[in-house]
């Protein structure tokens, strides 16, 4: 496993901008395949966005798609996500995830159970 903080959410208004930002430590940052999820209060943890260890792949779900853009940066062992045109519904709780397993091939992955460090997320709230 590996220790991961979030950190760059806020409030901001409809059609506005935020960069997360997710800092991991160890030394094999790069073999680590990132993903980002959300959460709503009384609601299940949501898919957002999927890297994979070379950064090569991504993935994003349909609702963000063409909107938040990942990537990473692996001299910095940090991991982004870019949110342009933000919506009333992107309101939530951020999570920042890794898997630190490592499979051969490079993959991103889009479920929870796929990965095995979580952060404590970064609240976004948009408002209108």
């Known amino acids: 496993q590996v220790h991961l903080v979030e950190s760059g959410g806020g409030l901001v208004q409809a059609g506005d901008s935020l960069r997360l930002s997710c800092a991991a430590s160890?030394?094999?940052?790069?073999?680590?395949?990132m993903g980002w999820f959300r959460r709503i209060p009384e609601k299940e943890r949501e898919f957002v966005a999927a890297i994979s260890w070379s950064g090569s792949s991504t993935y994003y779900a349909d609702s963000v798609k063409g909107r938040f853009a990942i990537s990473r940066d692996s001299a910095k062992n940090t991991v982004y996500l870019q949110m342009n045109s933000l919506k009333l519904e992107d309101t939530a709780l951020y999570y920042c995830a890794a898997e630190t397993v490592g499979r051969p091939g490079d993959y991103y992955l889009v479920a929870p159970a796929d990965y095995d460090s979580w952060g404590q997320g970064t609240q976004v709230t948009v408002s209108s």
């Open positions: 160890g030394r094999t940052f790069g073999s680590y395949a």
